[in-house]
T-cell receptor, first 114, second 114 residues
Framework: KAGVTQTPRYLIKTRGQQVTLSCSPI?????VSWYQQTPGQGLQFLFE???????NKGNFPGRFSGRQFSNSRSEMNVSTLELGDSALYLC?????????????FGPGTRLTVT | SQQGEEDPQALSIQEGENATMNCSYK?????LQWYRQNSGRGLVHLIL?????REKHSGRLRVTLDTSKKSSSLLITASRAADTASYFC??????????????FGKGTKLTVNP
């Protein structure tokens, strides 16, 4: 079974631009979560999508948004990029069975904002 | 805010030695998980321990959970250079609506010297 894939793997953007990151979950996984990882703040939860609906959202500004498609693929968008948005963005998928929260992570997208 | 806090922040040992990492958390949990991350890459799920379990083994890994102290430990026996990575504990936060949200600690950076 193929793992979680994320594209692109690396991205360099300029302040003020916007960016879209893509995540393809493991086949059969319906839940997709996004995390931001920085040296200072560690791993922080952005949001989770299940059956095309955002079920939970972390404490990030509205510039961070996402969506999920009917095939469970997910995208996240960051508008009006700031230097502080430079981070490793990780996507994780899971079966979303009750009581089982094991998540499978993709390799991440390294975003650098200059 | 981080739910789990790993201790120590960094650990350096010789190949063949055992490595012990600790995690403390703040609120009640359903499960606690440990993940490994090689430098700048995605996280790999290691082991999940449920709140009604006290100890779990997987190969060279041994995890304990003490819910009364809100703490967990990860023991890696007979360490190898390939075990060099950052290790994170993650607690689940099942929100209303069944959303899954993992809350990660800041991790322990383990270096195993050959």
């Amino acid at each position: 079974k193929a793992g979680v894939t994320q594209t692109p793997r690396y991205l360099i953007k300029t302040r003020g631009q916007q960016v879209t990151l893509s995540c393809s979950p493991i086949s059969g996984h319906r839940s997709v979560s996004w995390y931001q990882q920085t040296p200072g703040q560690g791993l922080q939860f952005l949001f989770e999508y299940f059956s095309e609906t955002q079920r939970n959202k972390g404490n990030f500004p509205g510039r961070f948004s996402g969506r999920q498609f009917s095939n469970s693929r997910s995208e996240m968008n960051v508008s009006t990029l700031e230097l502080g948005d430079s981070a490793l963005y990780l996507c994780a998928s899971s079966l979303a069975l009750a009581g089982v929260t094991e998540q499978y992570f993709g390799p991440g997208t390294r975003l650098t904002v200059t | 805010s981080q739910q789990g806090e790993e201790d120590p922040q960094a650990l350096s040992i010789q190949e063949g030695e055992n490595a012990t990492m600790n995690c403390s958390y703040k609120t009640s949990i359903n499960n606690l998980q440990w993940y490994r991350q090689n430098s700048g890459r995605g996280l790999v799920h290691l082991i999940l321990i449920r709140s009604n379990e006290r100890e779990k083994h997987s190969g060279r890994l041994r995890v304990t959970l003490d819910t009364s102290k809100k703490s967990s430990s990860l023991l890696i026996t007979a360490s190898r250079a390939a075990d060099t990575a950052s290790y994170f504990c993650a607690t689940d936060a099942i929100t209303q609506g069944g959303s899954e949200k993992l809350v990660f600690g800041k991790g322990t950076k383990l270096t195993v010297n050959p």
